[in-house]
């Protein structure tokens, strides 16, 4: 009943093609790239690295509290020994700011404005796994409605097959045993149709995954974007533009930024402090005054928060350099994966032109009696099975120009052209950066957050 269904599905597919517009790759690509939840997670995850610089700004300008106190006392007057009770409200208004701190601000606004190209990199890269599925996804549909035609094609000949042996074993030329291969062949095309159809159902369901939709009519896979040269190309180009590179750059540069924090921990800081009070009598106060601060002992903390840091620089240096390695090594498998593809296509199409003949003279044999109903079975069996591996290595070559692309650090909208506004990293950055409250910065800010929701 399945499978009835699923035929009926993709029978409506064809009947309705004539009519309906054609769903291009760049049509796939598109919807994944507005439908995506892991692009709007990462987006959302840059906003908030985008409020650390705000934040670490907001250090370098003066904190200002208010305050309300309001309580019951009682004091006893020392020349008449009496007392005197009652409420007693004081208004309190105070600024603070550090004035020196050996760049200790300075660093923590650098190490956040890193964090933020960073997490811009790591959108870049989000980007590109949803666009390859959105590719791998196309591909793998139009591969199962291949496999799913050349399955069906297959029921058909084998069922015709059988019928021949039949009319031939009713008629004395073969025996029974020849009857029963071919429908013990029958039910194993059946069941590799009932495959098919699974498969097909499979892909569908990834693709919506991917795309936010199911597929229609699919339309011809267009020309693959074209490449390097060469693999020593690709690499050059992988190694400066790859997400990952760019990031372990990034936490490079962090790390050295901590380990100058930490340093500048060993200093003091000077702050200044100001206020003014009034009570319910009337009663001003003002007061301004300057501190320095300096830690004398830690009890080792500062010590091994520097010892610390500075491991963590070494390490971020050393994930710099196995980010070239491993993406040196992605660019060469890609490579690789994409000579295999080019070979294997070449060679089924060799090997469909040999099974077809072999199958057409076997058939024309056994019609004369000198081959039989297996003889015709297996060239059948071979040509299909040469056709099969003939889809899935063309499928291979083409993904795998994509696959190249993406060990470069090349599969974006931008560089595959598709037209679309992209969400803009330095929009709600440049929005924010300043640490805007009440303003007219402010304001632009409400404006980006509304055309987020």
Do not use: C
């Not at 309906?20 to 790239?33: G, R, S």
């Not at 159902?201 to 919506?208: H, L, Q, S």
């Not at 079975?377 to 795998?400: M, S």
Request: charged share 20%; glycine share 6%; aromatic share 6%.
């Amino acid at each position: 009943m399945r499978g009835f269904f699923a035929a009926t599905a993709i029978a409506v597919s064809v009947l309705a093609a004539p009519v309906a517009q054609a769903e291009t790759l760049t049509d796939a690509f598109i919807a994944a790239y507005r439908n995506s939840n892991l692009l709007d997670k990462q987006a959302a995850t840059l906003r908030a690295a985008d409020e650390d610089v705000a934040q670490a700004m907001a250090t370098l300008r003066p904190v200002v509290d208010f305050a309300i106190s309001s309580g019951y006392t009682r004091s006893q007057q020392t020349a008449s020994g009496r007392f005197t009770d009652g409420v007693r409200t004081t208004f309190d208004l105070s600024t603070s700011l550090v004035l020196l701190d050996f760049g200790r601000r300075a660093i923590r606004i650098e190490i956040a404005k890193e964090s933020v190209l960073a997490t811009r990199e790591l959108l870049r890269s989000v980007e590109q796994d949803v666009l390859f599925d959105a590719v791998d996804a196309y591909v793998t549909v139009q591969v199962n409605q291949q496999l799913l035609s050349l399955r069906n094609s297959n029921v058909r000949l084998v069922t015709q097959e059988l019928r021949a042996a039949q009319d031939r074993f009713e008629v004395g030329e073969i025996t029974r045993t020849d009857v029963s291969i071919a429908e013990a062949r029958l039910a194993a095309a059946r069941a590799g149709l009932a495959a098919a159809e699974g498969n097909l159902m499979v892909a569908r369901e990834a693709f919506k995954a991917a795309t936010g939709a199911y597929p229609r009519n699919l339309a011809a896979l267009p020309r693959s974007p074209s490449l390097p040269a060469s693999m020593e190309a690709a690499r050059a180009v992988a190694l400066k533009t790859h997400p990952s590179i760019l990031v372990a750059q990034r936490r490079v540069t962090i790390n050295d930024l901590g380990v100058e924090l930490q340093k500048a921990g060993f200093r003091p800081t000077v702050s200044a402090r100001a206020g003014i009070g009034i009570n319910d009598s009337g009663a001003e106060s003002q007061s301004f005054g300057l501190s320095l601060n300096q830690r004398v002992y830690s009890g080792g903390n500062q010590a091994s928060l520097l010892r610390q840091s500075i491991a963590g620089r070494d390490g971020a240096r050393a994930d710099l350099a196995q980010a070239g390695v491993l993406i040196a090594e992605a660019v060469g498998n890609a490579w690789a994966g994409l000579a295999i593809a080019n070979a294997q296509v070449q060679a089924g199409d060799r090997q469909i032109r040999a099974s077809q003949t072999a199958f057409d003279g076997v058939r024309e044999e056994a019609s004369l009696g000198a081959r039989t109903t297996l003889d015709v079975l297996n060239a059948e069996q071979e040509l299909l099975d040469a056709r099969v591996t003939r889809i899935q290595a063309e499928a291979q070559r083409y993904l795998g120009v994509y696959r190249v692309l993406q060990t470069m650090g090349l599969l974006s909208v931008e560089h595959l052209k598709l037209g679309i506004p992209t969400y803009d990293p330095a929009g709600y950055y440049n929005a924010v950066k300043n640490a805007p409250v009440h303003s007219a910065q402010g304001k632009k800010l409400d404006r980006i957050l509304e055309k987020l929701k």
